[in-house]
């Protein structure tokens, strides 16, 4: 599992770079400390002896701030709308499982580690990019200089949750929206498909 997170943080540097180029490059300082407290929240998490304490307090920590619904049908395209009823009581919450694994063993490469929000960039008033980096790395750290990003949702009414996480311009939920559109065309589509991707987030899950 640490391996399959891996590739979803480092793949597809290139079009996760287009897809966040040309935008309009302001602050939002709300959406920074908004980002700094869930860090400062996870700084004794990632900083605990016991490994399986660590992933827990993690999976809470995405619990109470990721938008996992938001994601789930992100990363599904067009193909959100095209669901049974049945198949969504079987999708999200088997997403939310299986996303959360994805977000823990990735996090968990920065165990031990303090890390500080650096700066954001405004997309537009309720889509914010947070970016954060190591604060005191260890010599010789392979994620010394890696900037680590957040892509912030703010609703109508103020709220915020975090609707994606990446580092150096590699997003997880872009990822998983080009894999999870593989699976379901390589398997036919429609209901066919979505079953296909079904079964196979299963598999990972249990497996």
Not at 141 to 168: K, L
């Amino acid at each position: 599992m640490r391996t399959l997170a891996r590739r979803f943080v480092f793949r597809i540097a290139a079009a996760a770079a287009f897809c966040f180029a040309a935008q309009p490059a302001f602050a939002d300082q709300a959406a920074e400390d908004y980002v700094q407290t869930i860090l400062d929240e996870a700084e004794p998490v990632l900083s605990t002896d016991d490994h399986q304490s660590m992933l827990d307090g993690v999976e809470d920590l995405v619990d109470k701030y990721v938008d996992m619904r938001r994601i789930g049908r992100f990363v599904l395209g067009q193909y959100a709308r095209r669901m049974t009823e049945a198949q969504e009581e079987q999708y999200y919450p088997l997403f939310n499982r299986y996303a959360k694994m994805i977000y823990r063993n990735t996090l968990s490469d920065y165990a031990g580690e303090q890390i500080k929000v650096t700066g954001s960039v405004d997309r537009s008033e309720r889509d914010i990019i947070v970016n954060s980096k190591l604060a005191n790395p260890e010599p010789g750290s392979a994620y010394a200089n890696t900037v680590i990003h957040w892509r912030v949702y703010r609703s109508r009414d103020g709220e915020m949750s975090v609707v994606d996480a990446g580092a150096d311009n590699v997003w997880l939920a872009i990822e998983q929206r080009s894999q999870f559109g593989s699976i379901i065309a390589n398997n036919g589509g429609g209901e066919k498909g979505v079953d296909a991707l079904i079964a196979e987030i299963k598999s990972r899950v249990d497996g």
